[in-house]
């Protein structure tokens, strides 16, 4: 660099010789040193000024690597930090999942409650068995929910345990009443009715039930069948299975074939004969139901 702005100097204070013919050679020599000594000057300037220019660039990228290192450390830092925090959360659930395990306990509740009203302002006729708009002098069955005056209501709770094994048992009861009586409270037994509607123990996945009852579960008590019922909303009874006795579910046939087998014992009502010390139908029925897809065979 040195000898580059010497030789530039040089050429710079030979060229105006022409313009400086009147100077002599020692006042030509002087100019000449003294541009020579000015090139040394701004070329050590120069010099220094990279020098810096270098070691600021050496300091800028000490200071990148460490901002590198320092952004680094925080990932590590914050990673670390999720990390804890999701330790942390799982620690606590596992914690409240141990302290409030759910306990089996269920609650479902059916009601209605109406009146019906004629066109003279009275009460009119009503029932899951009448139609206020029939033809038929007030007597169609249409079926039930809004047709119905009275006021009726289901309370169903229900408790299931687990066991170690793995076996399980449910208990459930249905209690249920019904009122024509519209007024706020009703005391005596004429115009309402409290009834036990279900009331039976369940248990199933037994350890020692294997091949075709791995899966079945077995019933005793009063209810209405699991798979078999009235249509209520047409109050139709078609098929309505219900009473107190005792049966298994869910037998496994193979094949998408299973079956439900029990027995119920059933009060059909008085004989409406006087002959007889005790008038009641009773029986036992004894009931056979497949599944197979959609289809269904009972017998």
């Excluded at 040193?33 to 090139?39: G, T």
């Excluded at 009448?130 to 005056?149: C, F, Q, T, Y």
């Excluded at 005790?278 to 289809?295: E, K, R, V």
């Amino acid at each position: 660099m040195r000898i580059s702005v010497i030789s530039a100097a040089v050429c710079c204070a030979l060229f105006p010789l022409t313009s400086a013919a009147g100077l002599s050679v020692e006042q030509r020599l002087a100019q000449l040193e003294a541009r020579l000594n000015l090139a040394e000057q701004q070329a050590s300037e120069a010099s220094r000024r990279a020098q810096r220019a270098e070691q600021q660039t050496a300091a800028a990228e000490q200071r990148a690597a460490a901002a590198e290192q320092q952004v680094q450390a925080l990932s590590q830092q914050t990673t670390a930090r999720e990390q804890k925090q999701q330790a942390t959360n799982q620690q606590l659930s596992e914690q409240l999942a141990k302290r409030a395990p759910d306990d089996g306990f269920t609650f479902n509740a059916y009601a209605r409650s109406g009146m019906l009203v004629n066109s003279h302002g009275k009460g009119a006729r009503g029932g899951p068995g009448i139609s206020p708009a029939s033809s038929l002098n007030g007597d169609a069955h249409v079926g039930r929910l809004g047709n119905e005056k009275d006021n009726y209501a289901e309370l169903s709770f229900g408790k299931k345990f687990t066991f170690n094994d793995g076996s399980w048992a449910r208990f459930k009861t249905m209690l249920a009443d019904g009122a024509t009586n519209p007024d706020p409270w009703v005391q005596d037994n004429d115009s309402h009715h409290l009834n036990i509607r279900q009331l039976y123990v369940e248990m199933g996945d037994f350890a020692e039930f294997t091949g075709p009852l791995k899966r079945a579960s077995i019933w005793a008590g009063k209810r209405f069948d699991r798979d078999n019922f009235d249509i209520h909303f047409t109050d139709s009874d078609i098929m309505f299975l219900g009473g107190t006795g005792g049966g298994i579910n869910d037998v496994d046939w193979g094949s998408g074939l299973r079956g439900d087998y029990s027995v119920y014992a059933r009060n059909f009502g008085d004989l409406g004969s006087d002959n007889y010390a005790d008038n009641d139908i009773q029986n036992l029925l004894f009931t056979a139901n497949h599944f197979y897809g959609n289809w269904q065979l009972m017998t």
